[in-house]
């Protein structure tokens, strides 16, 4: 048997899937396991887009998508959203469909990095990134926030891991996992410690119109200045805005010059997203925006009540969710109790004990946490807390 390539030894293979395989073999054996993990939204996609795809079908959109890297009415839809939503004009040849956020985001890795340079990432992070910047040969620098920072890094901490081998810096806000937002002050703080240097930021905005609270303005960080418009690359998809998840699409949009290396990549590798597909993305993006109104506005609900849920907890703190669909609590209060040592210990023993399953923080970067997603029905969200109630009880 020939030998694996030693790039498959440079990644990971899934921390949360210990948990996951752990909550799949208790099911089979009877058990009724009460899940968080997903994140993907619980709602269906909206008709009116289903509608799009079924009408491209019909009329015979089955073939190569031409260009591989989107057709021009899925890149005008694209540079519609970005200047709608975002206040960010893009000409169609500074944009890409791809195979999913995912996809888009692998691209702009694959297109900038070599090995020797570094990649700032904050923690906690979505779990792709460091593996996606391992397979490139590159080398992660990662950034954690201090303990009572509600998961914010600041300025300052991002300075200090600045090197000459900077070349991309990962802000992903609203974050997954951690739920919560960064200000438009502290994005422009961030821009402010990276001016001078030549650093292209990656921009991940899948969440951006999924923000709760009072406030909720998005300031895209391309926005910023002129000089982070040539240097930011904004990453968005259809898949959380208009649950759509399993479309596999998604789009980014940046310098035209790192936009086409990722073209030509895609060009050789995947051939992009399905034509039919691209047709459903271009209704999603210029259609009617009412059903991402009506989701975010369930989600901001459920977010609020697992939220006093989980910080009624013993042992538990949480900041409140103020984007994505995440609650990223702290549960390193209740490992003594439990007699565990890490998250992944703790989200075993909840398994275990309470037959509820969440995903561990150190898949994230943060061992001290756990992540909860409301994309969920209440009911769902009452009878698992009320599991996890039962085994921590309540804060005195
Ligand atoms: N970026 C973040 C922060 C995400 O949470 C996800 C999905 O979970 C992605 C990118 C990838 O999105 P997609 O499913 O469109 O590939």
């Given amino acids: 048997m020939a030998s694996l390539a030693k790039r498959v030894e440079l990644i990971n293979e899934s921390a949360t899937l210990a948990v996951a ?80 956020g995912k996809e888009a985001l692998y691209l702009a890795c694959l297109s ?27 080398t992660v620098v990662y950034v954690a926030p201090k303990p009572g920072a509600g998961l ?40 402010k410690v990276l001016e001078g240097r030549d650093v292209i930021v990656f921009s991940d905005e899948m969440y951006d119109r999924l923000r709760y609270g009072e406030r909720r303005e998005h300031l895209s960080f391309a926005t910023i200045s002129p000089h982070w418009y040539e240097h930011t690359i904004t990453f968005n998809a259809a898949s959380k805005s208009y649950a759509m998840t399993g479309w596999r699409v998604g789009y980014a949009a940046g310098p035209a010059k790192i936009i086409k290396a990722m073209a030509k990549l895609q060009s050789q590798t995947t051939s992009g997203t399905a034509t039919f597909i ?53 549960v390193l209060g209740t490992y003594a109790r439990l007699g ?9 023993a909840l398994i275990e004990k309470a037959h509820v399953a969440l995903v561990p923080g150190g898949a994230f970067g943060l061992d001290t946490h756990a992540r909860l997603s409301f994309a969920n029905s209440m009911d769902h969200i009452d009878k698992g807390l009320d599991r996890i109630e039962r085994l921590l009880g309540r804060r005195a």
């Fill in 278 to 330: 691209q047709h459903a993305l271009a209704a999603a993006l210029t259609g009617d925006q009412t059903c991402v109104e009506t989701m975010r506005a369930e989600f901001e609900r459920r977010g609020r009540h697992m939220h006093e849920r989980l910080t009624a907890l013993a042992g538990v703190t949480c900041v409140q969710p103020t984007g994505a669909f995440y609650c990223f609590p702290d």
């Fill in 152 to 191: 914010h890094i600041t300025p300052d901490q991002l300075a200090a891991a600045l090197t000459p081998r900077t070349k991309v810096f990962i802000f992903n806000s609203p974050s997954n996992p951690g739920g919560f937002a960064y200000t438009p002050e502290e994005t422009r703080a961030f821009a």
């Fill in 112 to 138: 900038l990095l070599e090995p020797g340079d570094e990649v700032i990432l904050p923690a906690p992070y979505w779990v792709s990134f460091p593996e996606q910047v391992n397979l490139c040969g590159a």
């Fill in 340 to 348: 565990v040592t890490t998250s992944q210990g703790f989200c075993e």
């Fill in 21 to 100: 395989n752990k909550a799949a073999e208790m099911r089979r054996e009877g058990h009724d396991i009460i899940g968080f993990g997903a994140g993907e939204p619980d709602f269906d996609t909206p008709e009116h887009i289903k509608a799009a795809a079924k009408k491209a079908l019909d009329a015979g959109e089955t073939g190569y998508a031409k260009p591989t890297h989107g057709i021009p009415q899925a890149r005008a839809a694209v540079c519609e959203k970005f200047l709608r939503d975002n206040g960010l004009k893009y000409e169609p040849d500074q944009t890409i469909v791809t195979v999913g």
